[in-house]
């Protein structure tokens, strides 16, 4: 016995000892005599009863769960229907505005043209793979009134011609495109010509006008638009002249014309499917 009191467990006891002693005293003094052993107590049972409410706000949680798993996940369903709904509602809105400019483009330009029909706006679904000229597929077809060989316009001017048609879908050639043959003129001079296009030029979003004289007066920076016959009316805008080229005959010239819608980035068109003097069959596109 007598060696435990210089045990090293001894003195360890001593100070914890020590330690509650001086707890207890400054827990007297600070909340009296008289208050002490209730003092102590709340001191010493505080972190208990923190760690049960703890313990009991998380069996609540966790049973609510359980028990309204059901019925929250009822809510989910119908706040991710709600959320759906109003995205949907979104793009509605979204599509009735782009159809509005649309229409309102189709009237200007019907304003100076009244006998232009048109066929409903069409969006571009898809790019022709591996078309140097940008063609691509629209998302309206014969159903809406489109045939072979209809132009195909944005209120900036010319984009193409209808090249295929389907019931639902149309394939569009660009003014790029070697399917495109066009009898156009110059609006200031009055020189005639035909877009033909040469891919060397079309490769680089160029037109090629050709059969044009050399003394037609053609400048650059002129206007070109659509001559008029059975295919295209007169007078749509195609684009203006880049660059005037001679050609070795020293009759006439290439007029390379740089179109005014950029066709690799369209993205909705008109279809003009009827005008005055349209259906001579005869005539080339």
Not at 2 to 30: D, S
Not at 236 to 248: A, H, S
């Amino acid at each position: 016995m007598k060696e435990f009191f210089h045990t090293v467990k001894f003195k360890i006891l001593v100070c914890i000892l020590a330690l509650l002693l001086g707890f207890m005293i400054y827990v007297a003094i600070a909340a009296g005599v008289s208050s002490l052993p209730k003092a102590i107590l709340e001191t010493v049972s505080a972190p208990f009863v923190s760690l049960s409410t703890a313990v009991s706000d998380w069996m609540e949680n966790t049973i609510d769960k359980f028990a309204n798993a059901d019925k929250y996940k009822q809510e989910n369903e119908q706040l991710k229907e709600q959320l759906a709904q109003a995205y949907q509602d979104v793009l509605e809105k979204e599509r009735l505005e782009k159809e509005n400019e649309q229409l309102k483009e189709m009237l200007e330009i019907t304003e100076n043209h009244e006998d232009f029909r048109w066929s409903p706006y069409c969006s571009v679904t898809a790019r022709t793979a591996g078309d140097i000229s940008g063609g691509f597929t629209i998302n309206r077809g014969t159903a809406d009134g489109i045939s072979l060989y209809d132009p195909v316009l944005t209120k900036t001017g010319l984009v193409g011609i209808v090249t295929e048609v389907s019931l639902n879908y149309s394939v569009v050639s660009t003014v790029l495109s070697n399917d495109i043959n066009v009898g156009v003129t110059g609006s200031d001079s009055h020189a005639i010509g035909v877009v033909e296009n040469d891919l060397q030029y079309s490769s680089q979003g160029l037109c090629t006008m050709n059969y044009t004289g050399k003394d037609s007066g053609i400048k650059e920076g002129e206007i070109v638009v659509t001559s008029g016959g059975t295919f295209f009316p007169e007078g749509l805008l195609v684009g203006t002249v880049r660059e005037i080229i001679n050609d070795e005959n020293g009759l006439s010239v290439h007029v390379l014309i740089e179109p005014f819608v950029d066709v690799f980035s369209v993205s909705d068109v008109f279809v003009l499917i009827g005008f005055n003097g349209q259906g001579d069959e005869t005539e080339q596109h």
